[in-house]
């Protein structure tokens, strides 16, 4: 059951693929994503849910999130600002649940990783999002979410992130080796990026654990198996 939901959720994505903006597009009356304009009072109504550098200039970006709201459409999304210009984003169907700042090192640029709505089948959607010319958006490589959604049924495979010592993010995530043994073991793959504005640009890719007794793996690795582990060398308060 988790692997379909898996599979289902992964040709998706995360969130609405529709944040891309001009720096010019947060004017008054200019569209911020789909139908969504910049001046729909419901973005003046948005509660304040995290502070963070989301582009590095050295200034903190107040993120809101906007709830769904009746006929509007902005809602489910999140809201900022960049020089003075409004900015927002859908989330799609990742919903909204809970966001942490990411503080990514060697670099005053600091990322949000949120948490989308529990799923009814189990799990959730991380969403990792940036600010990139004038433009708040979720962190994608070519072909896709950074993030993988987290099953929370036991269905899951092993996986999480990290940050790296040049400003960058790495996933590591794990495959049950094959041809199976008495125990299960593991194969772990390390994927490094780096950051242009919110492309995630692969860097390296290499297997750092090969064919890792399950019981040893959980000893070594712990964070592979907790769902709240992503990123927990690099969380701030925001």
């Known amino acids: 059951m988790a692997t379909c939901l898996l599979l289902a959720l992964a040709g998706c994505g995360n969130a609405a693929d529709n ?3 001009t720096p010019e597009s947060g004017e008054a009356g200019a569209t911020l994503f789909g139908d969504c304009r910049a001046d729909d009072p419901v973005l003046d109504q948005a509660e304040v849910v995290a ?5 590095g200039s050295g200034e903190p970006n107040q993120v809101s999130y906007v709830p769904d709201a009746g006929e509007s459409a902005c809602g489910n999304a999140l809201v ?3 020089d003075g210009k409004r900015s927002a984003m859908s989330l799609g169907r990742a919903g909204f649940d809970s966001v942490q700042v990411v503080q990514l090192e060697d670099t005053e640029r600091q990322l949000l990783l949120v948490r989308g709505e529990a799923h009814p089948r189990g799990g959730y959607a991380l969403v990792l999002v940036g600010g990139a010319d004038g433009a708040i958006g979720e962190v994608r490589t070519g072909s896709g979410a950074v993030l993988q959604f987290v099953a929370t049924d036991g269905g899951g495979l ?4 990290t940050c790296t010592a040049d400003g960058g993010v790495a996933v590591l995530s794990a495959r049950e080796h094959k041809p199976a043994d008495i125990v299960v073991a593991w194969d772990v793959q390390r994927t490094a990026y ?3 504005g919110n492309e995630a640009v692969e860097t390296s890719s290499e297997q750092i654990r090969t064919a890792a007794a399950d019981p040893l793996l959980r000893k070594e690795m712990p964070q592979l198996f907790d769902p709240e582990g992503h990123f ?3 969380i701030v308060e925001g």
């Open 19 to 21: 944040s891309e903006e």
């Open 51 to 55: 502070e963070a550098d989301l582009d």
């Open 80 to 82: 900022t600002s960049f």
């Open 158 to 161: 092993p996986e999480t992130a």
């Open 194 to 196: 780096r950051l242009d």
């Open 232 to 234: 927990a060398d690099c």
